[in-house]
């Protein structure tokens, strides 16, 4: 049975940071594009970021130059280093997978964080 499974999350100030984790299990994610969404209350999902296999990124303008998405292969484990956090950061995080037909398949059950003004 293949999980994701993120942590991690929690309250912090705003300016503060905090660092999301996703371990995959039950397939090797290596050759996967992953990434990072969020859901605030009564909003849409947004993408975050993402990282393809190679290690290439891209981030949503709202994230870019505050947030580094990063992965270790080894330990089929995608990050999500969140720094200068806001208030508009709070929602829960999701972690995610693209398969092999190119839509997002895999997802985790999501963590969530809090930015406290």
């Known amino acids: 049975q293949v999980q994701l499974v993120e942590s991690g999350g929690g309250l912090v100030q705003a300016g503060g940071s905090l660092r999301l984790s996703c371990t995959a299990s039950g397939r090797n994610f290596r050759s996967n594009t992953m990434g990072w969404y969020r859901q605030a209350p009564g909003k849409p999902r947004e993408l975050v970021a993402t990282?393809?296999?190679?290690?290439?990124?891209n981030y949503a303008d709202s994230v870019k130059d505050r947030f580094t998405i990063s992965r270790d292969n080894a330990k089929n484990t995608v990050y999500l280093q969140m720094n200068s956090l806001k208030p508009e950061d709070t929602a829960v995080y999701y972690c995610?997978?693209?398969?092999?037909?190119?839509?997002?398949?895999?997802w985790g059950q999501g963590t969530q964080v809090t930015v406290s003004s």
């Open positions: 990282i393809t296999s190679p290690g290439s990124t």
């Open positions: 995610a997978a693209v398969t092999m037909i190119g839509t997002w398949g895999y």
